[in-house]
């Protein structure tokens, strides 16, 4: 059996030999022999430079850039306020940012909601900070107010609670979307350390009581409150709050410098509840070291005794000094011990601190950084003092209008989503005074605002001049320009904020009689601020809208017959000619399209009849027997020979479905009965059937020249 491979070509206009070659090629019928698959190669080998030949023709005409939400533009530009679109998928199901869902509890933590709660949750363990441990050595505090205590722990224990359940009803993300099964996130909570945590800090050890004592009466130190201080260990929580609260903020810097010193005073009272424990256990007053609690025979309050402890901890861990000096062995250990905790604190403070301040100052040392830079090449270059001022006066003022921040490096940090709906929120309002860009449709003006750049003019800088190939339009953003004549002396107009220029130029329409050039010098009167769209952007955001693209065409003609700088004539016969040249590439592309399919389906073809030339060719070797090795020619109808006619033989190797030249009708040895004699296996590979079968027709070729 022969395959026919058929061969797919397009005729093109201006290649008449090459289409007579391909038409050539298309009418023959080739089989499968060794020269096939140098054939197939070649012409796979032509069909792919045409199919890249093409994309690279597309990627030229199209640069595809994915739009933002069309729905998003409208609602956007409509006016409406919805800053609630932004919420996630459950936002409005969950407790404490909503409703609850269905009855049951599932929080989402990116709400306002949670953020609150984590607010009041961090009070309580704040609270449980500073006076657990300040009530445990100081008694006086605790015998000051114990109901008031007494209604606070326990105030603080029922928030705890509370926050237990929340916790355990914490949405999470799985595969990028929020959990809100109820039963999958208990059983994420209770499988966590955080369930662990939570409930130590839970446990009632104020049972311990009724051996420590009640708390309501203790005269001497430790009070019976230190029973409570595994509600210490709920402080994940509170720094879950001050993650969430430096991600919220718009002054992280100056929280990060408030965080650090609450930590600090937080360690400070602590190492001074410590030293007034140290005192108690030593002895009040017994030396110069130790805390006295008696003076001229006079207890001292209670505030000076905090105060004064407070006083020496500060001392102590700033490294400062002029402390009592330490008299007895236990003294002078927790001194060291004091100074070596001090000093790690002070470099973690001092290097902490010096880095926010530095963060702080981030823009305006980079911005310096920038301009000390020009600043040197000019006097490198001895550049004139006047263009040094002028250069020196724009950085000022780029700095005074806070226009001094790469906003593309910022922006590029964000996915294309959100860095579309900003730039949407900034430039919508301003690309929408331009009257061409009026009534466009949405995916438009959004690929369009992302591709608007800002540029500052100073004082009397030329923005574009009469005669210069228009390839920008501007829009005013602020300040003033005038139209002036050459010399610049006569001023025509005043263009103010939300005034535009320049937009008809970009459209390269064809007839425009100024040729796409300037029609008048425009230059600043002051410092001005314009946006710039340039003519490759706009055409690359074009390629994907042609009806946008037909309906600025329109709105540019219009202007210019309004003005009559527009040849109809050349106009109209370029519509003609681009019509038709959209219509061959619509051709062409549709060719391309059956081309790949026929190649697919001949693909399939060639795989196919690999496979049954394979299974062939195994029968055939099936069929061999082996001879005796003196060569004679067995006389029973054993194996050892194979008897076949002309006929049998032909039909044997037609198994191949090889084509082969047909013998000789004058040989003598091909008579009914011949015997052939033995023929060793051909070896079957797939990358060498065609090498295989030469080799099995050459075999026989040689077995009967031996006959």
């Known amino acids: 059996m022969s395959v026919t491979v058929p061969l797919v070509t397009f005729d093109s206009s201006g290649?008449?030999?090459?289409?007579?070659?391909?038409?050539?090629?298309?009418?023959?019928?080739?089989?499968?022999?060794e020269s096939d698959a140098v054939h197939l190669a070649s012409f796979t080998q032509r069909m792919g430079r045409w199919i890249h030949r093409f994309r690279r023709t597309r990627q030229m005409m199209s640069d595809v850039h994915p739009g933002p939400d069309a729905d998003f533009l409208e609602r956007f530009a409509s006016g409406e306020h919805h800053h609630h679109e932004r919420q996630s998928d459950i936002g409005g199901k969950a407790f404490l940012c909503g409703q609850h869902c269905r009855g049951q509890l599932v929080v989402d933590t990116t709400q306002k909601g949670h953020y609150r709660w984590l607010g009041i949750v961090s009070m309580a363990i704040m609270y449980n900070y500073i006076f657990i441990v300040g009530r445990t050595v100081f008694w006086d505090m605790?015998?000051?107010?114990?109901?008031?205590?007494?209604?606070?722990?326990?105030?603080?224990?029922?928030?705890?609670?509370?926050?237990?359940?929340?916790?355990?009803?914490?949405?999470?993300?799985?595969?990028?979307?929020?959990?809100?099964?109820?039963?999958?996130l208990r059983r994420h909570y209770w499988q966590s350390w955080d369930s662990?945590?939570?409930?130590?800090?839970?446990?009632?050890?104020?049972?311990?009581?009724l051996v420590w004592g009640s708390p309501n009466e203790c005269i001497h130190a430790p009070c019976?409150?230190?029973?409570?201080?595994?509600?210490?260990?709920?402080?994940?929580?509170?720094?879950?709050?001050?993650?969430?609260?430096?991600?919220?903020?718009?002054?992280?810097?100056?929280?990060?410098?408030t965080k650090v010193m609450i930590y600090l005073l937080i360690i400070i009272h602590w190492n001074g509840c410590i030293y007034f424990a140290i005192s108690n256990a030593i002895g009040f007053g017994s030396d110069g070291w130790v805390v006295t609690l008696v003076e001229n025979g006079a207890n001292l309050s209670l505030t000076y005794q905090y105060i004064f402890t407070f006083y020496w901890s500060t001392l102590t861990l700033t490294t400062i000094g002029e402390t009592p000096p330490p008299e007895i062995e236990v003294e002078f250990l927790f001194v060291i011990v004091e100074y070596m905790i001090g000093i790690l604190i002070f470099a973690t403070i001092v290097g902490n601190i010096g880095s926010m301040i530095t963060n702080m100052n981030a823009s305006r040392t980079e911005f310096q950084t920038r301009m000390d830079a020009v600043k040197q090449y000019m006097v490198f270059r001895k550049v004139s003092k006047e263009l040094e001022e002028r250069v020196i006066q724009w950085f000022d003022y780029?700095?005074?209008?806070?226009?001094?921040?790469?906003?593309?490096?910022?922006?590029?940090?964000?996915?294309?989503?959100?860095?579309?709906?900003?730039?949407?929120h900034v430039h919508l309002?301003?690309?929408k005074q331009v009257k061409i860009f009026q009534d466009c449709e949405p995916g438009l003006l959004a690929e369009l605002v992302l591709k608007l750049q800002l540029q500052v003019f100073s004082p009397g800088d030329y923005i574009c001049r009469k005669g210069d190939v228009g390839k920008e339009m501007y829009i005013v953003k602020r300040g003033k320009l005038s139209v002036c004549s050459d010399d610049g002396k006569t001023v025509f107009v005043t263009l103010g904020a939300g005034s535009v220029f320049g937009e008809v130029s970009i459209l390269n329409i064809a007839g425009n009689k100024t040729g796409n050039r300037r029609t008048a010098n425009v230059r600043s009167v002051g410092y001005s601020d314009l946006f710039c769209l340039s003519k490759s952007d706009l055409w690359n955001a074009l390629q994907e809208y042609p009806e946008g693209r037909k309906t600025l065409l329109e709105r540019g003609r219009q202007l210019l017959l309004k003005d009559g700088l527009l040849d109809e004539e050349v106009n109209r016969r370029h519509q003609d000619e681009s019509d038709s040249a959209k219509d061959r590439i619509d051709k062409l592309e549709m060719a391309l399209d059956t081309l790949q399919t026929r190649f697919a389906r001949l693909l399939a073809e060639y795989t196919s009849s690999q496979q049954t030339i394979k299974q062939r060719i195994s029968k055939v070797e099936q069929l061999q027997q082996p001879i005796p090795e003196n060569g004679a020619i067995a006389e029973n109808n054993s194996a050892a020979t194979i008897i076949l006619s002309p006929n049998l033989k032909r039909k044997s190797f037609n198994l191949l479905d090889v084509p082969m030249r047909k013998p000789s009708?004058?040989?003598?040895?091909?008579v009914a009965g011949d015997e052939v004699p033995y023929v060793p296996p051909i070896p079957f590979t797939e990358n060498g059937i065609s090498a295989d079968v030469s080799a099995f027709n050459l075999t026989r070729k040689e077995s009967e020249n031996h006959q």
Request: hydrophobic fraction near 40%.
């Open 665 to 670: 009708t004058s040989r003598s040895d091909d």
């Open 224 to 257: 019976g409150v230190v029973v409570r201080m595994n509600r210490l260990f709920r402080l994940p929580r509170m720094l879950a709050f001050f993650d969430k609260t430096e991600n919220q903020t718009n002054f992280p810097n100056a929280f990060r410098i």
């Open 429 to 431: 309002d301003t690309l």
């Open 196 to 209: 662990k945590i939570d409930i130590f800090s839970l446990l009632p050890t104020d049972l311990l009581y």
């Open 142 to 184: 605790q015998n000051m107010c114990p109901i008031a205590w007494l209604v606070l722990d326990y105030a603080s224990d029922l928030i705890y609670v509370f926050d237990m359940a929340v916790h355990a009803h914490e949405g999470y993300l799985e595969q990028g979307l929020m959990v809100t099964d109820p039963e999958k």
């Open 15 to 33: 290649q008449k030999q090459d289409s007579k070659r391909r038409t050539k090629m298309a009418n023959e019928k080739t089989t499968f022999h």
């Open 398 to 424: 780029m700095w005074s209008n806070k226009q001094s921040l790469d906003e593309g490096q910022v922006m590029d940090t964000l996915p294309d989503k959100l860095k579309a709906e900003i730039a949407i």
